[in-house]
C-alpha cells in the first residue's frame, strides 16, 4: 500500500504551486489594476469556463484520490472486509489499554484497530518513529471505532490520542507501541 | 502639532466626537470593541505561538493555562471581535444602503453591550478557571467535572449565551429594517421586501416569464442570507449551552447527570451543523456581500455578472445548512453517505461558490481600470487572496482519503483555518474599515499613509507565513491540540512564531496609526452620548 509521507509529499508539491501561481496572479492583477485599461466588461464566456473549471476540479479530486489513495475504498468497504487480525482497544481516564504491551503485525497483514472508549472522546493515531502521521480516526464513547489498515513494510509506531480530551490527556502516548514484523 | 496634542486631540485636530450622529456613534463603538478584543486575540495567539516553540518561553503558562487560552482565543476573535465589527458594520450599511433609518439604534446599542460584557464573562471565566473544552465542545467533556470547575464553567457558558442574546437582537434589527416603514414614509411592502432580501424573488424569477425587479441591492441580500446562518447558529449554540448548563446547574446542587444520556455522535452533528453555519455560511455569504460592496463603492461601477452572483448567494446559503459533515470525515460512526454527500461533495460547491465570488469581484475591479491603490482595494485584495489560499486547503482536508492523514493536524488550523479568518476574513474587514473611517468620522484624517502600508504588508506576510508554517509542520504529523515537550517540530514552530509577531506588529501599527488619527479624547469621546438628535445615519449638511 502506497505510503502516507508519499500522499503528504505529492499534495506538499500540489499546493505549494498552486500557492506559488495564485500570489504571483494576484501580483500581476494589483499591477495591471492601477493600469490604463480598455474599458470593456469581460466576456462572459470566460466566466463560465472558468465555472466548469472548477466544477471539474471539485469533482475530479475526489475521483483521483479515489483512486490512488487505497485507503480510502478500503475504509469506505471495511464492513464487508475481514482483517487478518484485530486488535481491541480501550480508552479510558486518558489512558491506552491494550490488548498487550506490543501490537505484533506480520508484514502485508490487513489489521483491523476496534477502540472503544469508556468515558470522553479520544483520538487514535498511529505515528511512525519520524514522528510522521500513518492515519487516525476519531474513538467517540458509545459507538464503534474501528480502522481497517494494511502494513506493508516493517517498521515501529507509537500510538497518540489525536484529540484534544482535556489537559489531563497531554500524555496520551505509548511510545514504539506497534511493530511491523518480516 | 506636536505628538501629544496629536495623541490627544487627533491628526489635524479633525475629529469632533460631538458632531457624530447616534448611528456613527454606535458604529464606531462596536469597531473600537473588536480592535480591542482582536488586540486580546493576537497577544493570546503569540502567547500560544511561544508556548507551542517552548512551553518555558510562554511567561509562565502552564498546560492548564494553555489550553484555556486555546478554548477563549478562537471565541473571543469571532464572537467578541469579528462580530462586533461586522455587526457594527451591517446595521450601519444595511439601512445606509436602503436609504432609511436603523430600525432601532437602542437595540443596536443592547446588541453591542450583550457582546462586548458576554465576551468578557466567559473569558474572564476561562481565565480564572481554566475552564477548557475548547470551542468545539466534545461531548461529554464540557461536562467532565473531574478536570473542570463546575462553577468556571458556568460563567464560561452563560457569557456565551449572553453574546447570542445579543446576536439574537442583531437579527431582529436587521430584518426590522428591511421591512419596516419609517415614520412619515410610504407604506414598505414588507413580503416583497423579505422575499427580495433572502432570494426568493430571484428563485421564482428563474421560472416565471414576468420577471420582479429586486427590492434590495445585492450586498443587502448577502447580508440578509448571512443573518439566517447567524440566527440559526445563536438557536443552536444556546440550545447547546442550556444542555451544558442543565449538568453544570445539577452538579451545582449535587446531583451527577449521567453523559451517557446524550449521544455524542448526534451531537456533535447538530453541534457541527451550527458551527459551520459561522465557519461555512456566515463567514463566507458575508464575505462575498463584503466583496460586492467594496468592489462597486471602489469603482463605482456596476457589479460584473449580478444575477449569477445572486443566485450563487443563494447556493452558499443552502450549502452551508448541508456541509457540516466535512468535520466528522474521521469518525467511523458517521454513516458513509453523510461523508460522502455532505463532506465531499456539498464542500466542493464551496470552491465553485466561493471561486464566483472572487472571480465576480476581480472582473468588476478589473472593468475600472485604471484604479487608485488605496487602502481598502489593497486590503480587498489582500481578503481576496487570503480565500484563495484558505479554500482550496480546506477542500484537500475534506477528502476521505487525505483527510485520514490530515484530520486535527496544523495543516488544518494553519493553511485552512488561520489563513481564512487572518488573511481572507480579517483582511476584507481592514478594507471596510478603511474605507469607512472617513465617512464615519465625518473626514477625519488618517494621521499615517506609511504605517497603514506597514500594517497590510506585515498583516499580509505574517498571516500567510504563519498558515504556512503551520502547515508544514501538520503535513509532517504535528497535532493541532497536542503539546510537544521534546522540541519536535521546533523548526516549523520558530518560523510560525516569527510570523505571528509580523502579525503583532501589523496590529500595533494600526492600532496607534488610528488612535492617532482620532486622538484618546476623540475615543473617550464615541463612548460619550451623542448631542444630536436623529435617527439620520450622517449629520444633515449645512
Known sequence: ?182 | MSLLQTFTHGAQDLFKPYSLTPMQKLTLRFVVIGLIYYGVVVIEGMLMRLFEVNPSLALGVEPEQFYAIMTAHPLVGIFGSTYSIVFGAFLFLVPFLMKKPLWSITLGNWTLWFIASGTFVFWFAGFVSHYSPLYTLYWPLPADFSQFSVLGGTFFITGIALVMVGTIFFVINIFKTIIYTPDGWEKQPSGALIRSALGLTGLTNLFSKKKKEHLVSLPVAAIARGTVDTALNAGIILFTGVLILIYMVAELFGTSLKHSSIDALLYKNWFWWGLDLIADGLVLIFVAGAWYLLATLITGKKLFMENVARAALFIEMVVSWTVWSHHLMSDQAQPNILKILSGEMVTAFELITQGLAFFITLATLWSARPLKMSHPLKFLLGGLLGFALAVPAGIMQADLGLNRILHNTQWIVGPHVHVAVLVGLTMTLYSVIYFLFPILTNGAKLYSEKLASFHFWAHLSGGIGMGAFMGMAGLKGMLRRTIYFDGEFNIYMILAALSGSLLLLAFLAFFYNIVMSVGLNGVIGIFAPSKIDTKELLPQEK
Open chain 1, 1 to 182: 500500500m502506497i505510503d502516507s509521507n508519499v500522499v503528504l509529499t505529492g499534495q506538499t508539491l500540489a499546493y505549494t504551486f498552486y500557492v506559488l501561481a495564485i500570489i504571483a496572479l494576484m501580483g500581476w492583477f494589483a499591477y495591471k489594476v492601477t493600469r490604463d485599461g480598455s474599458g470593456k466588461e469581460i466576456k462572459p464566456v470566460i466566466f463560465y469556463s472558468f465555472v466548469a473549471f472548477l466544477v471539474v476540479i471539485g469533482v475530479s479530486l475526489h475521483i483521483v484520490t479515489l483512486q490512488t489513495i487505497p485507503w480510502k475504498s478500503m475504509d469506505l468497504n471495511r464492513a464487508e472486509t475481514k482483517a487478518d487480525k484485530e486488535f481491541h482497544i480501550t480508552m479510558e481516564n486518558h489512558e491506552f489499554r491494550l490488548p498487550s504491551p506490543k501490537l505484533i503485525i506480520a508484514k502485508n497483514e490487513t489489521v483491523r484497530f476496534i477502540v472503544d472508549s469508556k468515558d470522553l472522546t479520544y483520538g487514535f493515531g498511529l505515528f511512525k518513529s519520524d514522528n510522521t502521521m500513518a492515519f487516525q480516526m476519531q474513538v467517540m464513547p458509545g459507538h464503534l471505532n474501528d480502522i481497517l489498515w494494511r502494513f506493508d513494510r516493517p517498521a515501529v509506531y507509537s500510538i497518540r490520542s489525536t484529540e484534544y480530551s482535556g489537559p489531563k490527556g497531554i500524555n496520551m502516548i505509548v511510545r514504539d507501541a506497534v511493530e511491523v514484523v518480516e
